[in-house]
């Protein structure tokens, strides 16, 4: 992890969070480039990897001055890595993946294309903890920006996962937007804490799908398909996950809409890694930063979009 100093007067720091992201809290007011900052307010600037070592050269310049108030500048970044996993399932002689590899660094979007039955969905199930793999293991490795591994891995907890599965309208329970996004949740009057944080959580889920509009009374089911994928989307970002897969996300959706959730995900991008199958490369193409193809047998190579 490089840390670089600064004077031991300062009371505030500026933490880079990802190799994508970049994070701070001025203890005052403090000019970031092009915009002032209140006291408290938090600082999240997200760049993708072409301009990340820009960012970071003009915040070295920026907060590396005489006035700054930052007491450390951290680099690190951190992975969710699939070592050598395989799976069978239980019962059954036949391997659905072979010694699949992957690693995919935080707030980028990955895309796994490949053949029907190849075992794309098999991995998402596995990545969410559906399903445990046969061998092989799936955990956060964090890394410093000199390619050192920081601490021992972290396994990935399937809470902080979400998945949307392919069609995921056809699973929801609710009869009002607001029961959909909130099942689950507990029921007993909590602390006023506890409900300010769920209200806040439920508030930028919808926020960030772009499902303001919508009466949270209305029928889940009588929305139209791009808003019935906006609020599968919901329902899992409420639950702050640090990876969200989506199997097929643009499935059965006319042109308006499929083109309304490509920019959707591309929003959703700076805020949390995706790992996103598809057959529809075209339409995700502009947002993918890496790609690998699911051969049948369950092989995963890296592999450029075919298009
Ligand atoms: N529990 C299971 N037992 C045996 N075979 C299974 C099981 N689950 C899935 N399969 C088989 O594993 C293969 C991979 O399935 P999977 O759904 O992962 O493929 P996929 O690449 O996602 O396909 P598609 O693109 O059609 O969704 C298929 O041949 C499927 O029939």
New binding site residues.
């Given amino acids: 992890m490089e840390s670089i100093p600064l004077p031991s007067s300062s009371s505030s720091c500026l933490l880079i969070s990802s190799s994508y992201s970049i994070s701070g809290r001025p203890s005052s007011t403090n000019f970031y480039p092009h915009r002032r900052l209140r006291k408290g307010q938090a600082l999240s600037v997200s760049c993708d990897y072409s301009c990340f070592e820009r960012l970071v050269n003009i915040l070295r310049m920026y907060y590396g001055g005489a006035n700054n108030r930052c007491s450390t500048l951290l680099f690190f970044y951190g992975f969710v890595e699939i070592r050598d996993v395989s799976y069978r399932?239980p019962g059954?002689k036949?391997n659905?993946l072979s010694q699949v590899n992957l690693s995919i660094p935080e707030k980028s979007f990955g895309l796994i294309f490949?053949?029907?039955?190849?075992?794309?969905?098999?991995?998402?199930?596995l990545l969410a903890g559906l399903s445990k793999p046969t061998s092989g293991s799936i955990y956060v490795q964090r890394y410093s920006d000199d390619g050192e591994k920081i601490k021992s891995p972290e396994l990935l907890q399937p809470e902080r996962v979400g998945i949307v599965f392919?069609f995921p309208e056809r699973y929801f329970v609710a009869d009002t937007v607001l029961d959909e996004v909130t099942f689950g949740w507990p029921r007993q009057k909590g602390g006023l804490q506890l409900r300010e944080i769920l209200a806040l959580r439920l508030q930028k889920a919808i926020t960030s799908v772009g499902l303001t509009g919508i009466s949270l009374d209305k029928d889940p089911h009588s929305l139209s398909g791009g808003y019935k994928r906006r609020l599968a989307l919901a329902i899992q970002l409420v639950q702050t996950p640090d990876l969200l897969i989506l199997?097929?996300p643009l499935a059965g959706l006319d042109w308006k809409a499929r083109a309304d959730v490509a920019k959707l995900l591309k929003h959703l991008k700076k805020e949390l890694t995706l790992l996103v199958?598809s057959?529809d490369l075209k339409e995700l193409a502009s947002l993918v930063d890496q790609s690998w193809r699911?051969e049948m047998g369950?092989v995963l190579k890296r592999e450029p979009l075919p298009i």
């Fill in positions: 399932p059954t036949i659905l490949g053949r029907s039955g190849s075992g794309k969905t098999t991995l998402l199930q392919q199997d097929e199958v057959h699911m369950g």
